[in-house]
Each structure stands twice: as structure tokens, then as C-alpha cells.
């Protein structure tokens, strides 16, 4: 079986008990676990299956978690038969289309999703921020309110799906936006549990560290196209250290991704790993698309048929 999108999701997908489905019905995701502990000096599976959701949600915790658990779901589609025609993933979730493509082996996506949790958790420690999902408003109106915030940085950084924007910054300037917002009539405004202000300029440090790190990691030419967030067109891997660093400061154009998708045929897919927030938005971009859940083992069986 061939399905058009391999999608893979970002964080804040994380849950307790994540991923041990896969891990007990697939030799394939066995061994990714296997080598994510391996390579991470750090007991994934353990991870995963036993933390609390306090736990699983720090930044340097779900990064690796969500990682792995998308790979793990991958190699088990992989084993039962399955293909895609081109893959993306939702912020984090890139990198993990990177390993899919064989951009980057396993143990490198690994050691570079490693290291970003880490230097991502460092940034969101050192300052007091966040990130809140405006529902129900145009763009260019959230756009608007973030432009007309006086108390600090705050703008818009995930593009998801019509009427749903999430902007991100110093906690003070990010509440001043949610109140223009709130008075432009938005229907909802909901901060998000995450630490920090994610693709936005106040990550430049760490993003210049990963791209430090990233000097000596080798990037192959992909097996398949893979959408990139930062432009939503496909990924051209000439400067991947430059590319990285770029993503995360930048935001996350998925409605763009997804459409370019669609024009080029991709009209099926699956979102491999935790949750189902990516068919959430898929369903709100085009009522046509067909993306199954691919979370479990039940999940690999039926998308296999």
C-alpha cells in the first residue's frame, strides 16, 4: 500500500504511555527504541512508557519521545508494507521527516533532535515566555494585533489551518496580543503548554548552536520530497545546517506546505506517531484529503490493508 503524505507531528502531541503499543507488536520499532536509547545515553522506552505528563512535556524530554515514537510507528508501516510518495512533519516533527527520507540516518536524526531539546530547553529556561493559539481569526488580523504590541516581542509562528494561527513571545507582549485579538473577535485564545516561544527570533542563540553541531553531521540526498515548514515548497538540501538553524526561528507555514502538497496529488496520507492533531488541521484545509491515524499497532494493520 501507498499513501501520498508520511506526516509527522510536532511537539505537544506527547502523552503518557506513548509509543509501547508499537514497541511490543514491531521487531522494526523494537529497534528503533533500541537505538534512540543508544544513542541518546538515555532509556527511551522507559521515557516514553512510564514518565508523568510533567515529565514528557519538558522540551528535552518530549522532543526525543515524539521523535522516536514517529520513527518507531514508521518502521512498523515499513516492515507491514507500507510506502508514501513524499513525507513533512509539523516543527519537530521535520526532523523526523528527515530520518524518514534518509536525509539523515536514525542515529544522527537521534543525536540532532538530542541535542535541539536540549538547547531549546535552555533557551525557554532563561526567559520568561510562550505561545497561545488564536481561533477564528483571518491572518492578517492576528498579524495586525502582533505588529500593534508595544511591551515586547510577539508574533504570529504557526500558520496550522484556516482561522487558527499561533503566535509566540515575551509573556508580557504575548498577553497584550491575545487581548487585541480577543477585541478583533477571535473566537478563542488559548495559551499552550509549552516553555518556551518557539520560532521565533528569541531562539537565535540556540539556533546558532545547533547549527554549531550540526557541522559534523553528514546530510544525504532524500528518498523521497520532503515539504519543509520554513517555505512550505520542497526541501532542496544543499545548505542543511543553514536550513536548520533557519527553522527554528521561522515560522511553521503548514497551511502552505499541505496546499502544495495537494496541487503536486498528494490526497492520502497518514500522521505516524502521537495524536491527531495533524488530520485536525488537514480536515479544516481540504475536506478531501484522507489521513489515517498511525499511532498503534491496530493503526499499522489497518493502514497496511
Known amino acids: 500500500m501507498t499513501y501520498g503524505f508520511a506526516l509527522f507531528p510536532g ?14 507488536g514491531s521487531k522494526a520499532a523494537r529497534e528503533v527504541f533500541e537505538c534512540a536509547s543508544d544513542t541518546a ?40 508494507g507500507v510506502s508514501f510518495s513524499a513525507c513533512a512533519g509539523f516543527s519537530l516533527g521535520e526532523y523526523t521527516a528527515l530520518a524518514a527520507s534518509g536525509i539523515v540516518s536514525l542515529e544522527d536524526g537521534i543525536k540532532i533532535v538530542r541535542k535541539r531539546g536540549q538547547v ?31 511591551s515586547g516581542v510577539v508574533i ?15 509573556r508580557q507582549a504575548l498577553n497584550d496580543a491575545i487581548e487585541l485579538c480577543k477585541a478583533a473577535g477571535a473566537r478563542r485564545a488559548l495559551p499552550l503548554a509549552v516553555s518556551g516561544a518557539f520560532h521565533t527570533p528569541l531562539l537565535k542563540e540556540a539556533a546558532a548552536e545547533l547549527r554549531e553541531f550540526l557541522s559534523d553531521i553528514k546530510f544525504n540526498e532524500p ?32 497551511k502552505t506546505l499541505m496546499a502544495n502538497g495537494i496541487k503536486s496529488g498528494l490526497k492520502t496520507g497518514c500522521e505516524i506517531g502521537t495524536g491527531k492533531t495533524l488530520i485536525g488541521f488537514a480536515k479544516k484545509i481540504d475536506k478531501e484529503l484522507s489521513i489515517l491515524p498511525v499511532e498503534t499497532m491496530e493503526n499499522v494493520e489497518s493502514a497496511a490493508k
Open 223 to 254: 528518498n523521497m520530497p520532503v515539504y519543509t515548514n520554513v517555505t512550505g515548497d520542497i526541501l532542496k538540501t544543499d545548505n542543511m545546517p543553514a536550513h536548520l538553524e533557519q527553522h527554528m526561528i521561522s515560522p511553521v507555514r503548514w
Open 41 to 80: 545515553g538515555l532509556d527511551v522506552a522507559k521515557l516514553c512508557f512510564e514518565s508523568s505528563m510533567e515529565e514528557l512535556s519538558k522540551t528535552v524530554n518530549s522532543q526525543i519521545a515524539i521523535f522516536t515514537h514517529s520513527m518507531a510507528a514508521y518502521a512498523a508501516l515499513k516492515e507491514a
Open 120 to 150: 531549546m530547553q535552555k533557551a525557554a529556561d532563561s526567559m520568561d515566555s510562550g505561545m497561545a493559539a488564536i481561533l477564528g481569526l483571518e491572518d492578517e488580523v492576528v498579524e495586525k494585533a502582533c505588529s500593534e504590541v508595544t
Open 156 to 170: 504570529p509562528v504557526n500558520y496550522n489551518c484556516p482561522n487558527q494561527l499561533v503566535i509566540a513571545g515575551e
Open 11 to 24: 511537539q505537544g502531541a506527547q502523552h503518557e504511555g506513548m509509543g509501547k503499543e508499537v514497541y511490543e
